[in-house]
């Protein structure tokens, strides 16, 4: 809201100013959604000058219309779209990562976010050739298992040594150093670490709850702001960096006994697109997974895992 004073555009002065107060006008949207042929008449004003007054006003401070097709068109100039290296998990996000957007992976412990993650930065780093920032706060990242990943990608030594140097792993114990860390890329980390080389187009964080999940519930205010420090930093990195952010999530159950991911509702509004990930019990192999998109802004969202839409891997 913006208050009318004195030299706010050229014909508004003081006395102009005392005219419209009289009338109970003190805002710029007071003053512009007023007839100016009546206001002309309760103000004793010229009609003329507020005619020229509220053109000036209008042009600075309304915002202009933007069709459709032009926002579409900034999408597609400005979005890539990251592959994650398996086909059916692409489909379920409709073609892969999305840069600009926060997509992040809910599950129980060995439901196989961790190794979504290592799959999608290895492609990122190998097949896309760009850098991928891993935060790691569980101390989970496995150098081993992403070389393992890239020898089944290519027998070529060097090619699988330039891929892991493309991928930058950070480790943090606790939210203050996650949100030092997510400050720190956004003031001069990520424009460093474009130098010279691919540029950055995805940031993980393996994971948010672990960091988070302790300091929430209860009267604990300050576990909610930091929540929501962090989930600002996150966006802001997406927004200004145009890179995809892919967090990992703890689960909890509703009041049906539904899985749904943790960290509440604040939370809930930072990822764009959200996938459920499952472990299949009794279907012969340990490591046959379900993912059940619950949350996406492009694709038809199911309610619960158990659909036929729920794709499944071996990873």
């Avoid at 004793?44 to 933007?66: D, E, H, I, M, W």
């Avoid at 990562?97 to 930065?121: D, M, N, R, W």
């Avoid at 890239?150 to 030594?157: G, R």
């Avoid at 940031?203 to 576990?223: T, Y």
Wanted: aromatic fraction near 6%; charged fraction near 20%; charge should be neutral.
């Amino acid at each position: 809201m913006v208050i009318l004073r004195e030299g706010i555009c050229p014909g508004v002065n003081e006395e102009f100013i005392k005219a419209l107060q009289s009338e109970d006008i003190k805002t710029v949207e007071d003053f512009v959604s007023c007839n100016p042929e009546e206001l002309a008449q309760k103000c004793s004003l010229s009609y003329k000058a507020l005619v020229a007054v509220r053109r000036v006003l209008l042009a600075q401070y309304t915002a202009f219309p933007v069709s459709g097709a032009d926002l579409y068109e900034e999408l597609l100039s400005s979005t890539a779209i990251l592959s994650t290296g398996n086909p059916s998990l692409d489909k379920l996000l409709d073609s892969g990562l999305y840069t600009g957007e926060i997509t992040e992976l809910a599950g129980s412990p060995g439901s196989g976010k961790t190794q979504v993650c290592f799959s999608v930065a290895v492609n990122i780093s190998h097949q896309l050739k760009q850098t991928v920032f891993y935060i790691d706060t569980k101390g989970g990242m496995c150098a081993n298992r992403l070389l393992q990943m890239l020898q089944s990608k290519t027998p070529n030594m060097e090619e699988q040594m330039e891929a892991l140097q493309k991928i930058k792993v950070l480790r943090v114990f606790d939210v203050f150093s996650l949100l030092a860390c997510l400050q720190n890329l956004r003031s001069n980390g990520l424009q460093k670490a474009s130098v010279g080389g691919g540029s950055v187009k995805a940031l993980m964080v393996d994971s948010v709850s672990a960091v988070l999940s302790s300091m929430l519930g209860g009267k604990q205010n300050e576990g909610m702001s930091l929540l929501m420090q962090v989930a600002g930093e996150l966006k802001m990195i997406a927004k200004d960096f145009n890179i995809a952010v892919l967090v990992t999530n703890h689960v909890t159950k509703d009041g049906n006994g539904h899985l749904k991911a943790g960290l509440g509702q604040s939370w809930s509004h930072g990822p764009r697109t959200r996938v459920l990930l499952q472990r299949i019990e009794g279907a012969g192999t340990s490591s046959l997974r379900t993912a059940t998109l619950t949350k996406s802004s492009r694709q038809v969202v199911l309610g619960t895992w158990f659909y036929p839409s729920a794709v499944g891997w071996i990873l």
